[in-house]
T-cell receptor, first 112, second 111 residues
């Protein structure tokens, strides 16, 4: 079945360590997105990519990095520069002309 | 700056009640407004609205958009415990590349 797979689902890290969250889709979608969700703040856009080898910063890109080397993959690295990385991270994708985003199940990162 | 505001932030009702969730927006060059339901992890799509005054309906859920007053409402009638979730509103400008989400409304339905 087609869908978006995020891994890991839960991740614990010590402060100062970089962390990479995986997002893979087999929907053949061109656009992919990373959102961060905190209680009471809805979804905030970190990065998005419309095509391979191209991506744009969202509203809260500081402390994060991404790559888009393959159409189906859009990994997110949470660097040690991110001041408050503990959050729920959602990856999404969309095909051209589609009306809605499809979401993965999310990754919950806790920094100790 | 583009902005989407949802109200209330949270709501607790009893089974059978009717609820109305609100979403107001300030987005340059509006294209569409979407409603999502998030039960535990992945938000799932409910409705997309592009034209004022046309109600979208799916079972006990319905939604309508007012482009003049820049808001949308999501109604849920005869609520059930399975309706308990966070309901997210997102607005898409004409570029179609970005989705601006509101803070969400957390709905809890008590048996």
């Amino acid at each position: 079945d087609g869908g978006i797979t995020q891994s890991p689902k839960y991740l614990f890290r010590k402060e100062g360590q970089n962390v990479t969250l995986s997002c893979e889709q087999n929907l053949n979608h061109d656009a992919m997105y990373w959102y961060r969700q905190d209680p009471g703040q809805g979804l905030r856009l970190i990065y998005y990519s419309q095509i391979v080898n191209d991506f744009q910063k969202g509203d809260i890109a500081e402390g994060y990095s991404v790559s888009r080397e393959k159409k189906e993959s859009f990994p997110l690295t949470v660097t040690s520069a991110q001041k408050n990385p503990t959050a729920f991270y959602l990856c999404a994708s969309k095909s051209p002309g589609a009306r809605e985003l499809f979401f993965g199940e999310g990754s919950r990162l806790t920094v100790l | 700056e583009d902005k989407v505001v949802q109200s209330p932030l949270s709501l607790v009702v009893h089974e059978g009640d009717t609820v109305t969730l609100n979403c107001s927006y300030e987005v340059t060059n509006f294209r569409s407004l979407l409603w999502y339901k998030q039960e535990k992890k992945a938000p799932t799509f409910l409705f997309m609205l592009t034209s004022s005054g046309i109600e979208k309906k799916s079972g006990r859920l319905s939604s309508i958009l007012d482009k003049k007053e820049l808001f949308s409402i999501l109604n849920i009638t005869a609520t059930q415990t399975g309706d308990s979730a966070v309901y997210l509103c997102a607005v898409v400008p004409n570029t179609g590349n970005q989705f601006y989400f509101g803070t969400g409304t957390s709905l809890t339905v008590i048996p």
